[in-house]
């Protein structure tokens, strides 16, 4: 056998296993196709890419990528919202100017637990404040002050104006202009007790302790976070920020 011959068999031999690999990842990758696409399928939804998000299942690998899809369809936000038990009453857009307005407007009033007093939002915002509501604050409720939370009180998410900082100085549009945030500043506890940042987040015991958890575990769920611990601008409450390149403080 030649040297000619030789290489002409390995090549042979390499595009035949080349052509059985792939033939195989076709025929498994076409059965996993099936198998999270059909009607039946044994796959739960929260694991399944291929179903929709459901506010309250547990969380997977899998949420983040069913949430991010969400977030580009507002007839499907509104549907998961509805499916959560989430009160958001349908608004029409707001079209102010090219920095000011709403789309995917509503008026929020219900969490899945928590009731909110109603504020106009946009459904992106709901949707994120729903899953923190149902995920971060109502567990650590239970597992820190070993009760539920009955309402989040805010201070409004949709204001045209710019972002503030703390020398005072405007700087470029604030998310609430789009209502892409919205300002948290305190809690009422299923004992009827009342927390807020202002007079409970550099308290010492569990309270201060609930808060510090509730906004670590928003950073989940939003990209920007903002409390106490960022500037004097936010001594008094969490802003939660839906679209943004990732910041947590």
Known sequence: M???????????????LLFTLVSLLIVVGGGGWWVLSHPQ??????????????VTAPVTPITMYQLHRVLGDEAQCRAVLSAAGVVFEPMDDLAINQNCGIAGRGLLSGLTAAKIEAVE????????????????????????????????????????????????????????????AIDIVGLQLGTGRSLTLLKDWAASGPEAAFLRRIGRGACDWFRVVLGPDYNRLHADHFHLQGPGWGYCR
Request: net charge positive.
């Open 2 to 16: 030649t040297k000619r011959t030789g290489r002409r068999r390995i090549l042979h031999l390499a595009a035949s």
């Open 121 to 180: 939002t946009s459904c992106t915002t709901t949707l994120r404040l729903a899953l923190w509501e149902h995920h971060v604050v109502q567990p650590a409720a239970q597992q820190i002050l070993g009760t539920d939370v009955r309402a989040l009180r805010h201070v409004g998410s949709y204001n045209c104006r710019r972002m503030r900082t703390a020398q005072g100085q405007d700087s470029g549009w604030s998310s609430h202009a789009t209502a892409d």
């Open 41 to 54: 399928t044994p796959v739960p939804s929260h694991w399944n890419p291929l179903r929709e998000l459901t």
